[in-house]
């Protein structure tokens, strides 16, 4: 593992009271259990208290009726021949590094092969992504598309058919207002919502409204006419035309535009350089940490239940996933 500080900072759990709690199989599948069965472990076959943990074969035996039960069974790590150990330290640090880990950086740290540190961290990026999954955004709502990825040229400030920026992808950001905060003071950003997408049509970005932010709310977007019936589809809406001059994009929409820039920096400065087919993963990593960022000493335990709450995905099913789903 590599050194690391650690001093604790804002609450977050340190790279030393990782250790403590999570050094081995046997507390690993022991912290599984506890979050799995929170009133005590109860075998699903007569309803037995456990005779104990066995971290060699990872399940419960029932005292009354031996019945083993696996504690990674309908989770990320079913079936993993990587021990529980390595995968905690993944998940903490997906869960407390703001810039996430690399595949490469994870292979050196706990000493496997970069093919197994890739899958481990798509399986946790599909927790994040699951968990994800409903949230709705509500109230003030800002919303915008950009390019992301793929070379830097052309035109290409929005995703709207620019000539010259095929290789690039197209991602939505919503980014909810809170507060009005103090007066005179601007609102601050809320929860946030980015998705891929397959381009800035009309149906597209309804869609990905219509998936993303509870109706009733009141979008705020610039002139683009594929948000012009956004009134119909049941959103207050508020469309100000962008003029260089006078108000720039960033200053009318600013969180929007200043998750887009996290984003791309994101991709740009962990992974450098990322598959178009597979940043949709990237982008719901991003989405997921960007929402819990005030959330600092519960962030390992968040995510270990994510993981416990998914089902595991296989490497063929990562590979065979189509480009936009
Ligand atoms: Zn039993």
Known sequence: ??????????????????????????????????????????????????????AVRQVHECAL??????????????????????????????????????????????????????????????????????????????????????????????????RGVRTKSVVAVAVEHRGPGKPGKKPVPGFAALEVIPDAATETLEKFLADKVKPGSHILSDGWHSYRRLKQKGFEHTATAISRQNDPAHVLFPWVHITLSNLKRFLLGTHHKVEQKHLKHYVAEFNYRLNRRTMEPDLMVRLLRACICTQTITYKQLVAMPEQA
């Not at 250790?19 to 075998?43: M, V, Y």
């Not at 019945?67 to 993944?90: D, E, M, N």
């Not at 869960?95 to 740290?109: C, F, P, R, T, V």
């Open 1 to 54: 593992m590599a050194k690391r500080s650690t001093t604790k900072r804002d609450g977050m759990m340190t790279v030393q009271q990782f250790r403590a709690s999570f050094g081995n199989e046997q507390q690993c599948g022991e912290q599984l259990s506890r979050q799995r069965w929170p009133e005590g472990f109860k075998c699903p076959r007569c309803g037995g208290p456990s005779r104990g943990y066995m």
């Open 65 to 162: 009726c031996a019945y083993q039960c696996s504690v990674t069974a309908g989770t990320i790590f079913h079936k993993t021949r990587t021990p529980l150990g390595s995968w905690f330290w993944a998940i903490y640090r997906m869960s407390h590094d703001k810039k996430g880990i690399s595949a490469m950086q994870l292979a050196k740290e706990i000493g496997i092969s970069y093919p197994t540190a890739w899958l481990m961290l798509h399986k946790i990026r599909k927790a994040m992504s699951d968990r994800d999954q409903h949230y709705r955004l509500s109230g003030l709502v800002e919303v915008d598309e950009g390019y992301v990825g793929g070379e830097e040229h052309g035109e290409g400030r929005r995703g709207r058919g620019t």
